[in-house]
């Protein structure tokens, strides 16, 4: 009886954590969105030679990768100095974040990522793999926020391990997008590109209200819960 229980316990356990990891590789697929880079990679890297695209790709992905560890590992540090409550946080993300989301829907490009005097600057830069593009173009303020409440949402190592395993995963497939971004934009076409961001930004939209949902029961478990 003992055995099956604390095996019954581990596969709760187990089920948890993935439903956790997959939370979290939605969330920052869904802000991040490595195909809505697609064309602002190309307006800034598409004079570059192909070797060149590919190094601009890997900058602006190691940035990404580097800005979102980071603040998914001081992330309860910043609370902590600042005096920021976990539940105040993530109401705060999830009204960023769902402004975000609906300029996505409206196949807008949203300023919280990159203003076009940022981008207009970049054109004057040699390493645009880092600014703008990948900051504050992948990991901008809706993207570190997403990160800060993920990180306060994980009970234990194992989720927290998670948390930087979909980091890593995002980056990946960040690199890879925005390093065949010529043949991105060929196969899907600026009407394809606008229909996924469209999808991505429904995707955040939910897991925005979630983030509010969740940091208001948590601020007034008596009315809430």
């Known amino acids: 009886m003992r055995a099956n229980a604390c095996y019954e316990r581990q596969v709760s356990m187990g089920q948890e954590l993935a439903k956790y990891?997959?939370?979290?590789f939605g969330s920052l697929f869904s802000i991040v969105d490595p195909f809505a880079a697609v064309p602002i990679f190309l307006g800034l890297a598409g004079d570059q030679s192909k070797k060149g695209q590919a190094r601009t790709a890997l900058q602006a992905s190691l940035t990404c990768f580097a800005v979102l560890t980071a603040f998914g590992l001081a992330g309860s540090l910043i609370f902590n100095f600042f005096g920021i409550t976990i539940p105040a946080f993530k109401m705060a993300?999830?009204?960023l974040l769902f402004g975000v989301a609906v300029e996505m829907m409206n196949a807008k490009h949203s300023s919280t990522r990159t203003t076009s005097e940022e981008q207009h600057e970049a054109e004057t830069r040699s390493e645009i793999g880092l600014i703008p593009l990948g900051l504050p173009l992948l990991s901008g303020p809706g993207a570190?926020?997403?990160v800060m409440v993920l990180a306060g949402k994980a009970r234990d190592v194992e989720e927290r391990a998670g948390l930087h395993m979909?980091?890593?995963?995002?980056s990946v497939i960040t690199f890879l997008t925005l390093r065949s971004?010529?043949?991105?934009?060929?196969?899907?076409?600026?009407?394809?590109?606008?229909?996924?961001g469209r999808i991505m930004g429904l995707i955040l939209a939910a897991v925005a209200m979630q983030?509010?949902?969740?940091?208001a029961r948590e601020a007034f478990p008596h009315l809430l819960g």
Do not use: E, S, W
């Open 21 to 24: 990891m997959v939370l979290c």
């Open 93 to 95: 993300g999830g009204v």
């Open 144 to 146: 570190i926020a997403t």
């Open 166 to 170: 979909a980091i890593l995963a995002v």
């Open 181 to 196: 971004a010529t043949f991105v934009a060929r196969v899907f076409g600026k009407t394809g590109l606008n229909v996924i």
């Open 211 to 215: 983030f509010i949902l969740d940091g």
